[in-house]
């Protein structure tokens, strides 16, 4: 049986009155204090607000659109009911305000690094990061991480200018770990900034410690994982790899619309007023307990993986190997000159070196982490008309 929850009588009552009277507690960021690289451009006005402008910014960044064919867990499937990664920003930035509104925190803050959070995803989802930070390691020494990458795409790919506070918030959303309290720490500024993302590059366990120097940043951080929880398993269901009886919920309940009330009211619950976001002990051993089950039967299932790392990891490795050679012989007429560096430098934002100056590895890792799910396997296609290995999608009707 569904249970949904509910605020107490006592949180319910404080927040209308505190609406009504106009003394929502003042915990969301004031705008006054943005930073920007460059703070004589971008400045707020009345009518384009401080993260307005970087939510404008992120969704009319070329990368926005490839969101629409970017895998979120399920590759393979021609089939619109499983969500692919540009549902699941909306699905963040949707849980995040719900939380933020009744907070009293900065919504456009939060939208904008929802919005933002997987831009620097590669295709194939976790398991494309994967194989690219092996490929990208093996050259350099240097680390892949999607959530770092998101950084450079807005950042340095595309100097857009997006402020300190959007750009943490991304660097820090990590889904992948839990906290039963989010804490924001404080950030000096873009060269404290600039240390700990190199530090992710060298040290990829070094994410673990990022954390987000705004609530609105810890927002989004915990909605990441609400908003995967109970999808994933709905599309996992769709693709017909389990049911919804292998799963025990708990506290939060079994099914995505319980699993998003509830943890939404938790949070609230325990956290409004507060200059933290917190849940409760036993909806966080819920969230815990019902995340390391996604993990055993969905992300690390057999069903998943498989494939992909029969067909799409070493299609990787061939395209990163050709990709790069072709961008030090400086082959002109190719692939990563012709739909890559020339694609970018569409974009006619000044940079202090050219994009084609960028350290040749950087640039290759820059134009696959871009692709979508097809372009990647018509690309892999193009430059391997041999090739056995292949992709066989699921239909709608298989």
Partial sequence: MLKYEMLSKEVSERIARDRECGSVPKTGFDEKNVARRNPSRDKANVLRTAFIRDIDKIIHCPYYNRYADK??????????????????????????????????????LIEAIALGHDIGHTPFGHAGEDFLDKLYFGETGRHFSHN?????????????????????????????????????????????????????????????????????????????????????RQDAERARLMGSSDFEGGAIGVHNAEIINNLIVNIVENSYGKPYIKLDEAHFDALRDS??????????????????????????????????SELTSKKADSFIFTHHIDYVNMAHYKREVPYEETEPNQIVVDYIASMTDDYFIDLYARLFPESSLTVTYHGYFD
């Fill in 71 to 108: 895998t979120q867990v399920f590759s393979f499937y021609k089939n619109d009911d499983i969500t692919r990664r540009g549902l699941h920003v909306q699905l963040v930035s949707r849980i995040a305000r719900t939380i933020g509104k009744a907070l009293g925190l900065n919504l456009d």
């Fill in 148 to 232: 770092i990458h998101s950084v450079r795409v807005l950042d340095r790919i595309y100097p857009y200018n997006v402020s300190l506070q959007t750009l943490n918030g991304i660097a820090a959303h990590n889904g992948e770990m839990e906290l039963c309290e989010y804490r924001p720490r404080a950030l000096s500024g873009f060269e404290e900034f600039d240390g700990e993302i190199e530090k992710c590059y060298v040290d990829k366990s070094y994410i673990k410690k990022l954390m987000p120097d705004t609530l609105e940043g810890c927002v989004v951080r915990i909605s990441d994982i609400i908003s995967y929880l109970g999808k994933d």
């Fill in 291 to 324: 995340k390391a089950d996604n993990y055993e039967y969905i992300y690390k299932s057999g069903k998943v993986t498989e494939k992909l790392g029969k067909t799409v990891e070493p299609m990787m490795a061939q395209m990163y190997e050709k990709l790069l």
